[in-house]
């Protein structure tokens, strides 16, 4: 797997992101033209991105720097480089690019001659590089600068159709939130910096005391927690997903939200050298919350890429678990479950692109085909989106967990991290483990319920509105890129192997060891690695089990039924004429016996508005809402952006006095103060 020059295809992959970005700016009076063109490049540079990483996770190759340039400006010098951890995120990001991109074709279609398409793919184009450039950075500063020109993208991507006064708040919260992220890991790269005097992402951790340490992992946990997603810092995804074109929240929690994985499992693992145990305790504690509470506010949710949102929340969480797991086991020195752990973490970051990445696109196609959100207003699309329907259902029995699926392979590592770290922790850390594992499976069995809402309410049943009734199937670009996605979503879960061996050198690299040779059989047999025969599992022979318990059932049903005339019937249908779609169950419906169990967590409150009729007993029209709060949004954000606001405006008013003599003080006392420091620092 030598004979591929990395550093040349690398720099080709660059090139031809760079070139779908000005070919759409060149195009810019032809929009079909350029977005076709673009979008092409876009897949060419992507399909040269999955051929590199994976040439470079099979080879022997280890780190490889592929530019350095230095500048005149102090600290500033461009180091790029890739390593395991760097190719497998950029292998992940390639196929979901590959496969939004051939979306793309036919989604942007529907904004020909209503937006500047040709500034959307500009954008989208450096937003790929921007996150190749933040798996990529040989240094902190590159690092922040990828990460802010990401964030600065993202922000103009978001608020693409800006017209909708929505769009615009949720695109600057959005925009508040990831500089507060920002702030932190800057914070958390000058203190690195301090110690060890170098901005180079390189083991220097002795270098740095502990109480230091400790700090610096605070300022990470909230920078990537924010960017993350996880409880309490999650305010901007739920709005900022749904606001964005579908193809862009593909890609945003598909891979965007995983740059903060890469930089914790960096900046942990690399520059501060595992770090403590409490460290992996907090990750576990907070990936299990965010786990639990992002799937119970996402059965909530009526708008479907709000519900998709809500459940990044989830999944992240139980990334989190696993990465929480390997640094605990880690810094006990059992490399085995630090090795377990690390993978299940890493296999489920990629199985969530690829299936999250499918329903935001068949989400994306709902909206195309029927202009609205509102599952409400959807059901019945099965029938006149059948493919469509075909690939979220796929999708949903993916995220779900459902075995035959890849969700249910990275769940599954998860559990068996879980259950190892039981058997070798300390009471209370075990106390944690088991309330982890618990958690997990509450997760799991809250995402099932969640998306059956998802699909039955939109894709079975009747039409809820004309919007529904008169949709049709998406164009064949977007049936591919969604296919696509799902078809890994099947070939991933019953042949696991396949991407579990590119993690080998990654564990390895990171810490010390792997259990990918522990896990034995051919291409499709995942075994746990202390050799409990009762706890190996084969998607494989499961399949084949499935497949042959089921035909057994049918013969065996037509067998007792032989000779019985079959009788049509209509459904019961209460005495009324034929079934409408008023008699079905809503989404507010669906999940209202949750909504009762949690009622503490979601507050729910009803509006019910009625319209007199010719009698109190015959009311022209009645409405019936149930809302729910979120909890830290009314407890702890506004309140704290209350406080700000206040604090902000007495501050402007006590030191913006309009008076130019009080701004000459001011600058008087700068240039002082700056005299005082200037001659003590040279001292």
Not at 118 to 138: A, D, K, R
Not at 252 to 261: A, D, V, Y
Request: aromatic share 14%; glycine share 8%; proline share 3%.
């Amino acid at each position: 797997m030598n004979f591929i020059d990395i550093n040349l295809h690398f720099l080709l992959m660059l090139g031809f992101y760079i070139c779908g970005a000005i070919f759409s700016l060149i195009f810019i009076k032809n929009s079909k033209l350029g977005n076709i063109l673009s979008n092409i490049l876009y897949s060419i540079a992507s399909s040269s991105g999955i051929l590199i990483s994976l040439f470079y996770l099979l080879s022997n190759k280890e780190y490889i720097q592929l530019a350095h340039i230095k500048s005149n400006i102090p600290f500033l010098s461009f180091k790029l480089g890739i390593s395991n951890l760097s190719a497998y995120f950029i292998l992940t990001l390639s196929i979901l690019t590959l496969c939004v991109s051939i979306y793309s074709i036919g989604y942007m279609s529907q904004y020909y001659g209503k937006r500047n398409i040709s500034s959307f793919n500009f954008l989208f184009g450096i937003f790929i590089v921007s996150l190749i450039s933040v798996f990529s950075s040989g240094n902190m500063i590159i690092f922040l600068l990828a990460w802010e020109v990401m964030s600065l993208t993202s922000y103009f991507l978001v608020i693409f159709e800006s017209g909708h006064t929505e769009t615009q708040k949720s695109g600057t919260l959005y925009l508040i939130m990831t500089h507060i992220a920002t702030a932190f890991l800057t914070v958390a790269f000058i203190t690195t910096y301090s110690y060890t005097g170098s901005f180079d992402i390189v083991n220097n951790s002795a270098l740095i005391p502990p109480f230091s340490k400790n700090m610096i992992f605070l300022c990470l946990l909230i920078g990537f927690g924010t960017k993350a997603g996880i409880i309490p810092l999650h305010i901007w995804l739920p709005y900022a997903h749904p606001a964005a074109p579908s193809n862009v929240s593909a890609l945003m929690s598909g891979i965007m939200i995983k740059t903060s994985i890469f930089g914790l499992i960096q900046f942990v693992f690399v520059a501060l050298g595992g770090g403590f145990e409490w460290w992996g305790i907090t990750l576990l504690i907070v990936g299990s919350i965010s786990a639990v509470l992002g799937v119970a506010y996402a059965l909530m949710e009526i708008d479907i890429k709000r519900l998709l949102a809500y459940s990044s929340i989830e999944n992240t969480g139980i990334i989190l678990i696993g990465l929480g797991i390997s640094i605990y086991g880690f810094t006990k020195g059992n490399s085995l479950l630090s090795s377990l752990a690390l993978v299940a973490a890493l296999i489920h970051l990629f199985n969530h692109s690829l299936f999250k990445g499918a329903l935001f696109l068949g989400a994306g196609s709902v909206h195309y085909s029927t202009h609205t959100k509102n599952m409400e207003k959807l059901g019945g699309l099965l029938k006149k989106m059948p493919y469509t329907g075909l690939f979220f259902l796929i999708a949903c029995l993916s995220i779900s967990s459902m075995p035959f699926f890849n969700g249910f392979i990275s769940e599954w590592f998860t559990l068996q991290a879980l259950f190892h770290s039981i058997g070798i922790s300390t009471q209370g850390v075990k106390l944690i483990a088991i309330l982890a594992a618990a958690v997990l499976a509450m997760a799991g069995a809250l995402a099932a319920a969640c998306f059956v809402k998802a699909f039955g309410i939109s894709f079975l049943g009747l039409p809820r509105s004309t919007e529904a009734h008169n949709s049709m199937e998406v164009p064949a670009p977007m049936l591919m890129g969604t296919g696509l996605l799902s078809f890994l979503c099947i070939i991933f879960g019953l042949f696991p192997n396949v991407i579990l061996i590119l993690l080998n050198k990654i564990s390895l690299s990171i810490v010390k060891t792997s259990v990918i040779p522990d896990l034995k059989g051919i291409s499709s047999f995942v075994y746990y690695p202390k050799g409990l025969d009762a706890n190996k599992i084969s998607p494989m022979f499961l399949f084949a089990a499935g497949v042959i318990l089921a035909a057994v059932v049918f013969l065996v049903v037509k067998l007792i039924n032989r000779g019985t005339k079959e009788r049509t019937y209509g459904t019961w249908d209460c005495g009324f004429k034929e079934l409408n779609p008023r008699m079905q169950y809503t989404a507010t419906g669906f999940s209202k016996p949750l909504r009762i169990v949690f009622r503490a967590i979601y507050r729910p409150s009803r509006e019910l508005q009625t319209e007199e009729g010719t009698s109190p007993y015959y009311p022209k029209t009645i409405k019936y809402v149930v809302l729910t709060q979120s909890v830290f949004e009314k407890y702890l954000y506004i309140p704290l952006t209350g406080l700000f606001t206040a604090f902000s405006g007495r501050v402007r008013r006590l030191v913006q006095t309009g008076s130019v003599h009080t701004y000459l003080l001011y600058i008087f006392i700068t240039i002082v103060g700056l005299l005082i420091y200037y001659r003590f620092s040279n001292s």
